[in-house]
């Protein structure tokens, strides 16, 4: 793993925080990793937005292997403390989940993760109207709010877009 620390550090495939790589979700115990992260993570999301339903919040390795994703990590020493999944159709990013797992939470990780991404002409994302930090993050990026989207009684969504 690089010293994310040292002068090299950008050359390395280090953010602000860590390392931020791809990764495969068919490598032994990467799933799973995966799987703990987003469990953790959207717990938190859970409990802001008042909803439990959340789709990777339930999901298992299988299931997150199936998905038609292209990953990153990003690493704080040799731990995987957050991921992003995407997906590209005909040159527009829709970012399908981001999640840092609470023990990493506020030192940049997820910050980092989407700002990889930010080199499409068109990213699309949404997130619980009632998930401020997310909310926050997106919006300092210079997503631009276009819409809620209720999908349940008890809850919203809020669409953003990027584009360049």
């Given at each position: ?51 439990d339903d959340i789709p990777p919040l339930h999901e298992d390795a299988p299931q997150v ?57 068109m990213i699309t994302v949404s997130t619980g109207t009632e998930n401020a930090p997310a ?30």
């Amino acid at each position: 793993m690089p010293n994310c620390r040292s002068a090299s550090a950008a050359r390395a495939g280090c953010d602000a925080v860590g390392v931020i790589r791809s990764i495969d979700l068919s490598a032994e115990g990467v799933a799973e990793s995966v799987v703990d992260i987003q469990r953790a993570a959207y717990r938190v999301e859970a409990d802001l937005i008042g909803f439990d339903d959340i789709p990777p919040l339930h999901e298992d390795a299988p299931q997150v292997r199936q998905h038609r994703l292209k990953w990153l990590g990003s690493w704080e020493g040799d731990r995987l403390a957050g991921v992003i999944g995407w997906t590209l159709d005909g040159g527009v990013c829709d970012i399908d989940r981001l999640a840092v797992h609470p023990d990493f939470a506020r030192r940049g990780h997820g910050r980092g993760l989407v700002r990889k991404l930010l080199n499409h002409r068109m990213i699309t994302v949404s997130t619980g109207t009632e998930n401020a930090p997310a909310r926050r993050l997106y919006e300092s990026l210079g997503f631009v709010r276009v819409g809620e989207v209720r999908t349940s009684p008890e809850v919203t969504t809020t669409q953003y877009v990027r584009r360049t």
